[in-house]
């Protein structure tokens, strides 16, 4: 039966790419993968693999009954996530959030495709839209979709694409930190309570430090980079510190629920915050310092930092350009464009923030490529579950004049039916989701 189903073209290998391409193998429908590194490579992506990580090694919480995010994690592994399966298999202490060695994650999902029978991976750049004698196809290429596609959809959406710049944060060799000031801590003691390392700074030092990033030398734009706006889910470090003296002290460098042991009775005024980067823990990125400063700056802004004087960098931050569509008005509720419903999209590109959501939205379009090849029907899950709340969101339920990246939250999802109490809503949430997806999911397989 495989041999007489026509291959599926997916442009693009990163999470969502790879995600779809699975979820099409797992149906019995070949897929020929193309990936445009080592061809062409982009401002952020440091190797040739697939699904390589690049602003961080974090998926954000695994909390299935308090966090959207954890619930979405659940949804993902219930339909046969191989990103989620990646991610399980490579994950390192990280508290309550799932996080994973970039490497060894970025290995497994490569050798799982490569070494599938009815996957072929093409490693070159498409240009322009996919052929009509491709057929159906995916677009899944990301934040960093090729100038010359991305130009090839803007011309094909009859709409505005939308973009805005992603700043990736530093990463610091474990064995050049200074544990005579630095020590292992979960804020609230959270997961195994000893998952990131903290570095404490004065009241003095916290100001010297906002200073150092208000005045220190960062990357210049492009004058067509300008008017591009940055996403406040990751935003610059030195941006936010543009917004007021005070503000990364509610942010990436809030000190509570942590406790220095060298100076137990004395509360830090900021902390800064390191997680383990790989399973080996040689390696922590510094939690939130994502940064467009120059290189130089960052080395002499970021060594001012208790217990990062010696600090040996694995990788200095970057910034990179992100693509958008305006999904919500240029594509149908299957991720169709709707002017030519040949071509689905999939991944960031549609305009969803974060490697969950990302992947989310390649397993759900790989799911409806499926069915269409198959002649078969695939119905969105409901929209008080993860997955439906997401899709009904960069599908119709978001403003198209407004359209931003989104992270799943529980405001994306229909209000409860019931009252509840403040502290026992997100609960109720998820108990909710639980059951509207089980039912769903047996739905699908009657």
Excluded at 68 to 79: I, P, T
Excluded at 202 to 212: G, H, R, V
Excluded at 243 to 248: M, Q
Excluded at 272 to 280: F, G, P
Aim: with cysteine; charged share 25%; glycine share 8%.
């Amino acid at each position: 039966m495989t041999e007489q189903i026509k291959p599926v073209h997916v442009i693009g290998g990163g999470l969502a790419g790879s995600e779809a391409t699975w979820q099409l193998v797992q149906k019995g429908i070949p897929v020929i993968l193309h990936e445009m590194r080592p061809v062409r490579k982009t401002d952020a992506h440091l190797t040739d693999g697939l699904a390589e990580l690049v602003c961080s090694n974090s998926f954000r919480s695994d909390d299935a009954e308090n966090n959207a995010v954890g619930l979405l994690h659940k949804e993902m592994r219930e339909l046969g996530s191989l990103i989620m399966e990646s991610a399980d298999e490579n994950k390192v202490p990280a508290g309550g959030a799932l996080a994973v060695d970039r490497v060894e994650f970025s290995s497994y999902i490569q050798n799982k495709l490569e070494n599938n029978p009815l996957v072929t991976i093409e490693r070159e750049e498409i240009k322009g839209l996919p052929p009509e004698e491709w057929g159906n196809c995916l677009i899944a290429t990301g934040p960093l979709t090729s100038p010359e596609l991305a130009e090839a959809v803007h011309g094909a959406t009859g709409a505005d694409a939308l973009s805005f710049f992603d700043a990736i944060a530093p990463i610091v060799y474990k064995d050049s930190i200074n544990f005579d000031i630095a020590w292992f801590q979960s804020r609230y003691d959270k997961g195994e309570g000893t998952d990131y390392i903290n570095c404490p700074l004065t009241k003095e030092q916290y100001y010297e430090f906002i200073s150092d990033l208000n005045e220190g030398g960062k990357t210049e734009f492009k004058e067509w980079e300008k008017d591009t706006p940055y996403f406040d889910g990751c935003l610059p470090i030195e941006v936010m510190a543009e917004r007021g003296p005070e503000t990364l002290r509610y942010g990436p460098m809030k000190p509570v629920g942590l406790t220095d042991p060298n100076n137990p009775d004395v509360k830090p005024y900021g902390i800064v915050q390191l997680r383990q980067d790989n399973k080996l823990g040689t390696i922590y990125n510094i939690v939130g310092f994502q940064t467009k400063l120059k290189y130089a700056e960052q080395t002499r802004i970021f060594k001012k930092i208790p217990g990062l004087e010696n600090a040996e960098f694995a990788r200095l931050g970057g910034l990179h350009r992100n693509t958008f569509i305006n999904s919500p008005e240029v594509l149908d509720k299957e991720l169709r464009l709707k002017n030519v419903p040949r071509l689905r999209f999939a991944g960031q590109v549609t305009g969803v923030e974060g490697y969950v959501e990302s992947t989310a939205v390649g397993l759900m379009a790989g799911r409806f490529l499926a069915a269409e090849t198959l002649n078969e029907t695939f119905s969105i899950p409901p929209q008080t579950t993860a997955f439906g709340a997401l899709m009904s969101h960069i599908t119709g339920d978001a403003e198209t004049s407004t359209f931003q990246p989104m992270n799943v939250n529980f405001g994306l999802f229909p209000p409860l039916e019931v009252r509840v109490k403040k502290k026992e809503r997100k609960q109720a949430y998820t108990k909710r989701a639980f059951a509207d997806f089980a039912a769903w999911k047996e739905d699908l397989s009657a």
